[in-house]
């Protein structure tokens, strides 16, 4: 198993070299840097010896992929261009989570709004492909959306969808944060190609003793099948470098 955390690179770098197995990025801060930042973001990267698997905020959260503030060109051409950037840093995992987003207003259609949503989904996956990437879906908390806030919600889309780019994120703390059953992810395990986890109270970083069961939730992840990443997702309950190595070789001691 791998462990990664989502930050800038500029933070990452300054990691203890090993603590991070891999960066996760932010897509659309991906996207809305100059071509000399990217490159200089591989370059910082590289030197510390960290590779950009995984990228998260697909979308930003002004781009609306549903109901009348939902352009379909610009939104593809976004989906474009953001991918090819992403894959040039190496990232082969989009998260699409993206809550305000994907969110669906009172006054729209949930039928249309829906098949929009999909057109979204399945266009990106499209042009994953081309990059031998995947599109993982994030199942998201009622806060954050209206569209998709369950794993076994989130396993129904990518049924639905049947494509062989588009999988299953499941990120524990909206798991806990909606109470839902752990063995939804051992179910879907098949589907599962990401996780993310950040100790529910609080949505922080994790430590040891912190009041979360992460011995039950390495169970959870063996029993899916699942080996792959498990990136830190949350806020740092101190200062960033101290706080993300102790919680990086937490995990490590954990599930690895």
Excluded at 76 to 100: D, N, P
Excluded at 126 to 134: T, Y
Aim: proline fraction near 3%.
């Amino acid at each position: 198993m791998k462990i990664g955390i989502c930050a800038t690179a500029q933070q990452i770098i300054q990691l203890k070299e090993g603590t991070a197995d891999y960066a996760e990025l932010n897509l659309s801060q991906l996207y809305s840097m100059t071509d000399q930042q990217r490159q200089e973001t591989q370059c910082m990267l590289s030197a510390a010896g960290i590779n950009a698997e995984a990228s998260n905020c697909f979308f930003p959260s002004g781009m609306k992929l549903c109901g009348t503030g939902y352009h379909k060109a610009t939104v593809m051409e976004y989906c474009k261009k953001a991918l090819y950037y992403g894959a040039q840093l190496g990232i082969h995992t989009f998260v699409f989570g993206s809550g305000k987003a994907r969110n669906i207003e009172p006054d729209e259609s949930v039928h249309d709004c829906i098949k929009q949503i999909e057109e979204v989904i399945c266009f990106a996956a499209e042009i994953a492909k081309e990059f031998d990437s995947i599109i993982v879906l994030e199942p998201l908390n009622k806060k954050e959306t209206n569209v998709i806030n369950t794993v076994a919600q989130g396993a129904a889309w990518c049924h639905k969808l049947h494509h062989p780019n588009i999988m299953l994120l499941a990120d524990l703390y909206h798991v806990a944060t909606e109470h839902e059953p752990f063995d939804n992810i051992v179910k879907n395990g098949d589907l599962l190609r990401h996780v993310h986890i950040a100790r529910p109270e609080g949505r922080l970083f994790p430590e040891k003793n912190d009041g979360f069961d992460y011995l039950t939730v390495r169970k959870t992840l063996d029993a899916a099948g699942y080996d792959l990443r498990i990136s830190i997702e949350g806020a740092s309950p101190g200062e960033f470098v101290q706080s993300a190595e102790e919680s990086l070789l937490f995990l490590k001691s954990i599930f690895c």
